[in-house]
């Protein structure tokens, strides 16, 4: 088992930024994969980054457009995201999550998740 804990969100004016951490623990010679999702009110969850752990390759979401940065800390066994430009409709609760076996995109590629962290961005 991988145990995923997110941290860093928070209330934001827009066109701040925010720096989002998730460290891993337990099993985690098995991922794969670590990546972010988000969560908007009313809406399904999305992908927004991840990276693949051992090489370093990463890859976004179309909406991203160099808003966003995933970086890792092998070390810490932690991956961020930082947030920059933020804007109202980045509002929503970010997941990381890790994949045992591929780099995917969708939410049912990803095994194990946080608990989720809520991002708010205030007009």
């Known amino acids: 088992q991988v145990q995923l804990t997110e941290s860093g969100g928070g209330l934001v004016q827009a066109g701040g930024s925010l720096r989002l951490s998730c460290a891993a623990s337990?099993?985690?010679?098995?991922?794969?994969?670590m990546g972010w999702f988000r969560q908007a009110p009313g809406k399904e969850r999305e992908f927004v980054a991840a990276m693949q752990w051992s090489r370093g390759s990463t890859f976004y979401a179309d909406f991203v457009k160099g808003q966003f940065t995933i970086s890792r800390d092998n070390g810490k066994n932690t991956v961020y995201l930082q947030m920059n430009s933020l804007k109202p409709e980045d509002t929503a609760v970010y997941y990381c999550?890790?994949?045992?076996?591929?780099?995917?995109?969708?939410?049912?590629?990803?095994?194990?998740w946080g608990q989720g962290t809520q991002v708010t961005v205030s007009s």
């Open positions: 337990g099993r985690t010679f098995n991922m794969y994969t």
């Open positions: 999550a890790a994949d045992r076996w591929r780099s995917g995109i969708k939410v049912g590629d990803y095994d194990y």
